[in-house]
């Protein structure tokens, strides 16, 4: 299974959630170029969709049928510093050690295998109605919230190898 955002924590303990006092600097600098990258990635406008970092290292966002919105190929720091954003999973050190999504044919960000997807959502077609009819709104809600300025919220500290 590929991370997402909003996965609930497998493991919390002390020493996963915070940076070592001597990577600080650097951590620092790979979350602030993730940052830029997720403050200019495009997101579906129904809000239905979501962003999903495939074991390729592709960050992907998706439509809630999973069609890729945009993309973007993250190295081995970006995977780590996009994985200290979310609750611990020692399958997620196992599963990304060595993965550099910069290596992936610019095709496949955009057309990948089905398996390094999540799974569709299910959405009722009242609940499609009703994102479609705010895509005016969501657009303006989007565009605001990438102007605005935000630290990061680290929750772990993940062993990738680097």
């Not at 970092?53 to 439509?63: A, F, Y």
């Not at 720091?77 to 020692?90: E, G, S, T, V």
């Not at 569709?120 to 499609?128: A, F, Q, T």
């Amino acid at each position: 299974m590929e991370a997402t955002t909003g996965v609930s924590p497998q493991d919390s303990s002390a020493e996963n959630r915070v940076p070592p006092p001597d990577s600080q600097a650097q951590v620092s600098q790979h979350q602030k170029e993730l940052s830029k990258i997720l403050k200019g990635i495009k997101h579906d406008v129904t809000l239905l969709g979501v962003l999903s970092l495939g074991k390729d290292g592709i960050l992907r966002s998706l439509t809630a049928d999973r069609q890729v919105v945009d993309a973007v190929a993250l190295s081995p720091p970006l995977i780590k510093a996009m994985l200290d954003r979310m609750p611990f999973d020692r399958q997620n050190e196992i599963d990304y050690r060595g993965v550099d999504g910069r290596n992936v044919p610019r095709e496949q960000w955009f057309h990948p295998d089905k398996h390094l997807l999540p799974p569709p959502l299910v959405v009722s077609e009242e609940r499609r109605r009703e994102a479609e009819a705010k895509l005016k709104e969501n657009r303006k809600w989007l565009e605001e919230r990438a102007e605005e300025d935000r630290d990061p919220c680290i929750w772990s500290d993940h062993d990738v190898g680097l």
